[in-house]
């Protein structure tokens, strides 16, 4: 079992910055990719960003190339979604993600755990 908890959600405005935290504890030797979804309410929770065990390798969603940037700090267990260029589109709760296939196939339905959310609002 892997345990996820995120931080650093909140109400920011269009243009501006934030960034997100997920800290990992339990198996994630055998669950190190990582990475962050988010949600509309009514819509599919969809892919963000996604890196590998060493952080040698990321992936995002088009829609957020250029304007966020995930990391690692192996050392506390941490992935980090540093977001600037805030859109109101962004709006949604995020959700941490560990799945060892999650740059492979980043669906949502393929994620082996979950953190519990984080609320981001882009005020416009």
């Known amino acids: 079992q892997v345990q996820l908890v995120e931080s650093g959600g909140g109400l920011v405005q269009a243009g501006g910055s934030l960034r997100l935290s997920c800290t990992a504890s339990g198996r994630t030797s055998d669950n190190n990719v990582m990475g962050w979804f988010r949600q509309v309410p009514g819509k599919e929770r969809e892919f963000v960003a996604a890196?590998?065990?060493?952080?040698?390798?990321?992936a995002y969603a088009d829609s957020v190339k250029g304007r966020f940037t995930i990391s690692r700090d192996n050392a506390k267990n941490t992935v980090y979604l540093q977001m600037s260029s805030l859109k109101p589109e962004d709006t949604a709760v995020y959700y941490c993600?560990?799945?060892?296939?999650?740059?492979?196939?980043?669906?949502?339905?393929?994620?082996?755990?979950w953190g519990q959310g984080t609320q981001v609002t882009v005020s416009s």
């Open positions: 993600a560990a799945d060892r296939y999650l740059i492979v196939n980043p669906t949502a339905a393929a994620v082996d755990y």
């Open positions: 890196i590998s065990g060493s952080g040698s390798v990321t």
